[in-house]
């Protein structure tokens, strides 16, 4: 069969244009190169609620997936994504979604995964088909990429309220905190899927967690989203404050359950989305900050991407003011051209998408002329000899341009894909490459002629 399904596309062949005038209310970096915005980090899909989690020196990234052209929050599964640079991320699909929770009705809303005794679990709010109420499951997987089960086959905790968060305490000790209008958290036990000791509220004081503004039913600015996590032998509660349009705040405490000071603003009212949600990680000695806006094309409220950006915490402790960036953090080390690389890791995408490959992980698909995808930082080195893809067509095919620093940059090689009788039935490809050497920003321009042209799942330079 050679006709796609046409899918939406949510980054057409103009996005850089497009992205580089859209406005952010505020931001550190206002007026980029358009070639250099790696913020929002993912393009090929709406993202939103970042949790990050650092496991054998990779970092993990796991998202909700705002479905195209929302009028609300429409979501059905969860995402996971990972880096070990901190620009090209590799897409890993959905390994988690309703369907997981055969007691689940909708919303998949904002989770997080935790790693405990070579187990990962992830924490996840839903509808419960049989209340109509918001509860929060757990799912576990044996890798933090999945596939994930559903640990318990009924919910764990359930009052109605969302947005769960896990911490792991130096101690052994673990804690699961959500809700939205309150914050509560229960005492996990050891297995991570039961719990003891009761459902315990956390007072919202506003000594704890800042005074709303002209508001008698929600006094405090808490709103939904916590995280929280230990440093330096002091707790943090980093939240989503004040709808709306909220802002991020945080709160700290000498010790798991409080008694929490507030702090103040992390990141102001910005973006584009009127929501937003936090997520805080140290990786290979840097601290970042995760969040969403709506800064893609088709982007607001019910269609948000996920950024982040990199800071330093002060002397004392405190978060410094961190602005919303198109640029997004810096590079950590360089990507190996050398080494098989997955087509799906993505520093920018225009115009493509994923799928589920037949020979395992994902794919990128549903390329047309002038799509491309940008691998940021490849360490080139002395120069590459030759290029090999993976590739499947079922039409007639198209190239693959290999540009250097830029989508029209100068042309390093072209490789030539025919048809091979369908978008699963993998072959190789491979071209001469002069003048790629020292360390680039590498560019896969897709051409063709009309319609979908063909799906790549690898790809690898020889020296």
């Known amino acids: 069969m050679t006709t796609r399904i046409p899918r939406r596309r949510r980054i057409a062949a103009a996005l850089v244009a497009a992205f580089a005038a859209a406005s952010l209310s505020a931001t550190a970096d206002p007026s980029p190169d358009p070639a250099q915005a790696d913020n929002p980090i993912i393009q090929t899909i709406y993202t939103a609620d970042p949790s990050p989690l650092v496991h054998n020196g990779r970092l993990y990234l796991y998202t909700g997936h705002d479905e195209d052209g929302s009028t609300w929050f429409t979501m059905k599964e969860w995402r996971v994504w990972s880096t070990d640079d901190m620009v090209n991320w590799t897409d890993h699909g959905s390994p988690l979604n309703l369907d997981t929770f055969s007691w689940a009705r909708q919303d998949a809303w904002a989770g997080q995964a935790v790693e405990r005794n070579g187990k990962f679990y992830w924490y996840v709010p839903v509808i419960n088909d049989a209340t109509g109420r918001p ?16 640990a318990l086959g009924h919910p764990l905790v359930q009052n109605g309220e969302i947005d769960p968060t896990v911490f792991i305490d130096t101690d052994g000790q673990a804690y699961l905190y959500w809700g939205n209008p309150n914050l509560w958290y229960v005492k996990l036990n050891a297995d991570m899927i039961s719990y003891s000791g009761g459902i315990n509220r956390i007072p919202l004081t506003t000594q704890g967690f800042g005074t709303r503004p002209n508001s008698t039913d929600r006094p405090t600015l808490y709103e939904e989203g916590p ?4 440093r330096n032998n002091l707790y943090y509660m980093v939240f989503a404050a004040k709808c709306c349009s909220e802002f991020i705040a945080y709160s700290t405490a000498p010790g798991p359950t409080g008694p929490w000071t507030y702090r103040g603003t992390i990141m102001p009212t910005q973006g584009s989305s009127f929501t937003n949600h936090p997520g805080v990680i140290d990786y290979k000695g840097g601290s970042y900050f995760f969040y969403h806006n709506g800064a893609l094309p088709g982007g607001g409220g019910f269609t948000r991407s996920v950024a982040v950006e990199k800071f330093t915490y002060n002397a004392d402790g405190t978060f410094p003011t961190i602005n919303m960036t ?9 990507l190996n051209p050398y080494a098989r690389q997955e087509a799906e890791t993505i520093a920018w995408a225009t115009g493509v998408e994923t799928e589920r490959s037949s020979e395992g992980g994902m794919n990128v698909g549903w390329i047309e002329n002038g799509d491309s995808i940008k691998v940021k930082g490849a360490g080139f080195g002395a120069g590459a000899k030759s290029f090999t893809a993976r590739v499947a067509s079922a039409t007639g095919g198209g190239a693959i341009e290999l540009r250097l620093d830029g989508p029209n940059g100068p042309l390093a090689g072209r490789c030539t894909v025919s048809g091979t009788g369908g978008w699963q039935n993998w ?11 020292g360390t680039r920003d590498l560019y896969l321009k897709f051409t063709g002629g009309g319609g979908y042209l063909f799906n790549v799942n690898w790809w690898q330079f020889t020296a």
Do not use: E, H, L, M
């Open 326 to 334: 198109t640029a997004g953090a810096p590079q950590v080390g360089t």
């Open 135 to 150: 509860a929060i499951g757990v799912a576990v997987g044996d890798s933090p990429t999945g596939p994930f089960r559903d």
């Open 227 to 230: 995280w929280v996590y230990k």
């Open 427 to 437: 072959s190789n490809v491979s071209c001469p490459v002069t003048g790629a050497t």
